[in-house]
């Protein structure tokens, strides 16, 4: 559907202002003989190496492992490698602050507005450029400079040898619960991944294939089956776009509805305008990055350039006004959701005020093309994605891990939260992977 194409590293560099980390010299782990080219074929290279106990830390080595990598962007341009198994990142994320929240709490929260009493709610600023006469719609942003804290010191040790004998007792019992249990322990914030039965059946078959219960320790094996599953029954349903070793990290796209695509932030109207230039003039973007719960966690600005376009498809030569946008709700259903919609107008005020030249073109390429009904993405399990809280981590002083389980309200509150712009950070500007060409065909010069 998409064909993939090599980014303008020196470009998005220059861009974004930051260095790619070159993990090139990293070892993809063997393949298993005899495989099938099947979806589990290139996870089945993690589970070897988790069978044998060859957690690379401990072996010396570092491996390729899925995005954004195992060596990732620390603190005041340091970096640090974490590992390439889950059972890697999990010791990696364990001592870190952020983790130390009252799980049973948080789980009975039903309300956005009292997510956790760590983290504000601020009401969102007016917006700079909006279209006469349509409504404003009510938001919130959370701040996350307040839910920061550090636990006590946390004994990973002994941490790690409970977590193994409650792996053993509770396999002894139930292998269902211990396959609970070994997500959880992963992350905690998360709900279990939907087609439950899909997603136990396969995961128990690992277990027996690799005869998990007879492992001195469970976690290594236990932890990359659960996550593999899950990642694979969150994924099934999508055309896989590629599936490769792409500069020392393991990169998987696959083609996804535009609509189940759901916001965390507000976008900067100038910084959608310069992602639309670039669909106009190279046709090809990388792919956004999504969670569990389908919220957009890095990749804001190519989804509004995605939403923008299709409205603007679908306004055809009307006037762009309350009397036309709001009409196209029943349309677009992402303009339903007020963060969506609110970043549509917002971007679309921006070109008609400031941009008009901009808009004339936008509208001449957009009749000349098809909308957009799925988009190119990849998928971070929470676990995998190591994300930090923005505002200590560019200052040096602290990685703090903000709680996933705020993705998941965002999304019951439909729209109505949005993620400031020092919320979480996923650490991935600094670990391209390949671009996909969304237009093939008829794009222009310059913008």
Same mark, same amino acid.
């Given at each position: 559907?998409?064909?993939?194409?090599?980014?303008?590293?020196?470009?998005?560099?220059?861009?974004?202002?930051?260095?790619?980390?070159?993990?090139?010299?990293?070892?993809?782990?063997?393949?298993?003989?005899?495989?099938?080219?099947?979806?589990?074929?290139?996870?089945?290279?993690?589970?070897?190496? +988790?069978?044998?106990?060859?957690?690379?830390?401990?072996?010396?080595?570092?491996?390729?492992?899925?995005?954004?990598?195992? =060596?990732?962007?620390?603190?005041?341009?340091?970096?640090?490698?974490? &590992? !390439?198994?889950?059972?890697?990142?999990?010791?990696?994320?364990?001592?870190?602050?952020?983790?130390?929240?009252?799980?049973?709490?948080?789980?009975? =929260?039903?309300?956005?507005?009292?997510?956790?009493?760590?983290?504000?709610?601020?009401?969102? @600023?007016?917006?700079?450029?909006?279209?006469?006469?349509?409504? =404003?719609?009510?938001?919130?942003?959370?701040?996350?400079?307040?839910?920061?804290?550090?636990?006590?010191?946390?004994?990973?040790? +002994?941490?790690?040898?409970?977590?193994?004998?409650?792996?053993?007792?509770?396999?002894?019992?139930?292998?269902?619960?211990?396959? &609970?249990?070994?997500?959880?322990?992963?992350?905690?914030?998360?709900?279990?991944?939907?087609?439950?039965?899909?997603?136990?059946?396969?995961?128990?078959?690992?277990?027996?294939?690799?005869?998990?219960?007879?492992?001195?320790?469970?976690?290594?094996?236990?932890?990359?089956?659960?996550?593999?599953?899950?990642?694979?029954?969150?994924?099934?349903?999508?055309?896989?776009?590629?599936?490769?070793?792409?500069?020392? =990290?393991?990169?998987?796209?696959?083609?996804?509805?535009?609509?189940?695509?759901?916001?965390?932030?507000? !976008?900067?109207?100038?910084?959608?305008?310069?992602?639309? &230039?670039?669909?106009?003039?190279?046709?090809?973007?990388?792919?956004?990055?999504?969670?569990?719960?389908?919220?957009?966690?890095?990749?804001?600005?190519?989804?509004?350039?995605?939403?923008?376009?299709?409205?603007?498809? +679908?306004?055809?030569?009307?006037?762009?006004?309350?009397?036309?946008?709001?009409?196209?709700?029943?349309?677009? @259903?992402?303009?339903?959701?007020?963060?969506?919609?609110?970043?549509?107008?917002?971007?679309? &005020?921006?070109?008609?005020?400031?941009?008009?030249?901009?808009?004339?073109?936008?509208?001449?390429?957009?009749?000349?093309?098809?909308?957009?009904?799925?988009?190119?993405?990849?998928?971070?399990?929470?676990?995998?994605?190591?994300?930090?809280?923005?505002?200590?981590?560019?200052?040096?002083?602290?990685?703090?891990?903000?709680?996933?389980?705020?993705?998941?309200?965002?999304?019951?509150?439909?729209?109505?939260? !949005?993620?400031?712009?020092?919320?979480?950070?996923?650490?991935?500007?600094?670990?391209?992977?390949?671009?996909?060409?969304?237009?093939?065909?008829?794009?222009?010069?310059?913008?």
């Amino acid at each position: 559907m998409f064909a993939l194409v090599e980014p303008d590293i020196g470009h998005y560099e220059d861009a974004k202002g930051v260095v790619q980390i070159d993990q090139r010299n990293n070892i993809l782990p063997d393949l298993p003989e005899g495989l099938h080219n099947s979806r589990l074929a290139p996870h089945l290279r993690f589970i070897e190496l +988790a069978s044998t106990h060859g957690h690379s830390i401990h072996r010396g080595l570092h491996y390729v492992t899925f995005f954004p990598g195992s =060596v990732l962007p620390g603190p005041s341009d340091t970096e640090q490698y974490i &590992g !390439a198994l889950a059972y890697d990142r999990w010791k990696h994320v364990l001592p870190m602050a952020g983790r130390g929240f009252d799980l049973d709490t948080l789980l009975k =929260v039903d309300e956005p507005s009292k997510i956790s009493p760590e983290v504000r709610l601020d009401d969102m @600023p007016l917006p700079s450029y909006w279209i006469a006469d349509i409504p =404003v719609p009510s938001m919130q942003l959370i701040s996350f400079r307040g839910m920061l804290h550090i636990p006590g010191v946390v004994d990973v040790a +002994a941490f790690e040898r409970e977590a193994i004998d409650l792996v053993h007792s509770t396999f002894e019992r139930d292998p269902k619960i211990a396959l &609970g249990l070994l997500h959880n322990l992963q992350s905690p914030h998360t709900s279990p991944p939907p087609f439950f039965e899909r997603y136990t059946d396969l995961a128990l078959s690992l277990f027996e294939q690799y005869a998990l219960s007879s492992q001195e320790n469970p976690l290594p094996l236990g932890m990359q089956i659960e996550q593999t599953v899950h990642y694979l029954v969150r994924t099934e349903n999508h055309e896989r776009l590629c599936s490769l070793n792409y500069r020392g =990290v393991y990169v998987e796209a696959f083609s996804y509805p535009l609509e189940q695509i759901h916001a965390s932030e507000l !976008a900067d109207p100038k910084r959608a305008t310069q992602e639309l &230039g670039t669909l106009m003039c190279r046709g090809a973007f990388a792919p956004i990055l999504i969670d569990e719960y389908g919220m957009n966690t890095d990749g804001t600005h190519r989804q509004v350039a995605f939403m923008v376009y299709n409205t603007l498809h +679908a306004l055809k030569d009307k006037d762009i006004s309350a009397e036309t946008l709001i009409p196209l709700q029943s349309e677009l @259903p992402f303009l339903k959701r007020k963060l969506e919609f609110r970043s549509v107008v917002e971007t679309l &005020g921006y070109l008609q005020q400031e941009a008009p030249e901009i808009l004339s073109s936008l509208r001449n390429f957009v009749n000349e093309h098809d909308p957009f009904i799925e988009v190119p993405v990849m998928v971070g399990l929470e676990p995998q994605a190591c994300a930090v809280v923005k505002a200590k981590y560019h200052e040096g002083t602290t990685i703090g891990l903000p709680t996933p389980f705020l993705y998941r309200q965002m999304r019951l509150a439909r729209g109505g939260l !949005a993620i400031g712009s020092r919320g979480p950070y996923h650490r991935s500007d600094r670990s391209i992977v390949p671009w996909f060409q969304v237009i093939p065909e008829k794009r222009v010069e310059s913008f």
